[in-house]
């Protein structure tokens, strides 16, 4: 059974921090893309950023140059590291590989 756990969101103030963590359990994410997708209250789910197989990575143009992706193949886990945080990136952040999502974790950015 494939599982996917992100942790990591919080409450920060506005040009602060957080890493996002993705483990995955029943799945090898180096064989597989994995995205990071957020979707604010009230609007669409939006792509964030994603890491190839042989990791690559792709970011959206609202997050290139502050977000930035890295995957531990012996933990099994992708973490996104999002800097100079701003309101706009308030939402729920999720992990997808395939058919497969997360539960969600919450950024909020807030002073």
């Known amino acids: 059974q494939v599982q996917l756990v992100e942790s990591g969101g919080g409450l920060v103030h506005p040009g602060g921090s957080l890493r996002l963590s993705c483990a995955a359990s029943?799945?090898?994410?180096?064989?597989?893309?994995m995205g990071w997708y957020r979707q604010a209250p009230g609007q669409q789910r939006e792509f964030v950023a994603n890491?190839?197989?042989?990791?690559?990575?792709n970011y959206a143009d609202s997050v290139k140059g502050r977000f930035t992706l890295s995957r531990d193949n012996a933990k099994n886990t992708v973490y996104l590291q999002m800097n100079s945080l701003n309101p706009d990136d308030t939402a729920v952040y999720s992990c997808?590989?395939?058919?497969?999502w997360g539960q969600g974790t919450q950024v909020t950015v807030s002073s």
């Open positions: 997808n590989v395939n058919i497969y």
């Open positions: 029943g799945l090898a994410l180096d064989s597989h893309y």
């Open positions: 890491i190839s197989p042989n990791g690559y990575t």
